[in-house]
């Protein structure tokens, strides 16, 4: 059974911190690493992608990934309330690349 | 551009009634994906379409059908509908095109909200 593991949370930073968020993965032949934020009572929306192993950076947010250690994380700098949502790790399960399996999520609360 | 869209949003069965969801993208992906989500379990992957006249079954596919109608459309069945499956349904797709970077991501629709009395 191919696994993405997530703190549930809550996690809760001030106006401003760093936000980490952590995944892990069971399976060593995934090749694609997905964040999506979802708001409560909306759909998931990507904030990124990540293929290689390393660092990858969108504006305040960088994910960073390790396959050696099937690991896989967000940073969100500088956060905002409005970051304060359900953080979706997933991982690809099949070698089409198509199918994702989700970690549950991990909520952040950023308070003013 | 509507993107992935749902009907319905809302939808109230009693046990052993069927009904299908629809599911429509005017992104011209290839693929698409049907999810639930529970409270406290995440989003977990019921049926998928990698393409085009194929289905493959996710996590959880008991109790569900599905049809890909065509390259647009993509529609999940439930044949005699039980508690259990009260949930929140996605519908995603993604283009998927010789593993180019980021065409495996997937877009969502809205949702729809199933209560299963």
């Known amino acids: 059974q191919k696994e993405v593991e997530q703190n549930s949370g809550p996690l809760s930073v001030p106006e401003g911190a760093i936000a980490s968020l952590n995944c892990t993965y069971s399976?060593?032949?995934?090749?694609?690493f997905f964040w999506y934020r979802q708001y409560s009572g909306k759909s998931p929306e990507l904030i990124m992608f990540?293929?290689?192993?390393g660092d990858k950076e969108d504006g305040r947010f960088t994910a960073q990934l390790n396959k050696a250690s099937q690991y896989v994380s967000l940073l969100i700098r500088d956060s905002q309330p409005s970051d304060s949502a359900t953080y979706l790790c997933a991982v690809n399960i099949d070698q089409a690349g198509t199918a994702l399996i989700f970690g549950k999520g991990t909520t952040l609360s950023v308070s003013s | 551009n509507a993107g992935v869209t749902q009907t319905p949003k809302f939808q109230v069965l009693k046990t052993g009634q069927s009904m299908t969801l629809q599911c429509a993208q005017d992104?011209?992906?290839?693929?698409m994906y049907w999810y639930r989500q529970d409270p406290g379990m995440g989003l977990r992957l019921i049926y998928y379409s990698a393409s085009e006249g194929t289905t493959d079954k996710g996590e959880v596919p008991n109790g569900y059908n599905v049809s890909r109608l065509n390259k647009r459309e993509f529609s999940l069945r439930l044949e005699s509908a039980a508690p259990s499956q009260t949930s929140v349904y996605f519908c995603?797709?993604?283009?998927?095109?010789?593993?180019?970077?980021?065409?495996?991501?997937?877009?969502f629709g809205p949702g729809t909200r199933l209560t299963v009395l």
């Open positions: 399976d060593r032949g995934s090749q694609s």
């Open positions: 990540i293929y290689s192993n």
């Open positions: 995603a797709s993604s283009l998927v095109s010789g593993g180019a970077a980021g065409t495996d991501t997937q877009y």
């Open positions: 992104m011209n992906h290839n693929s």
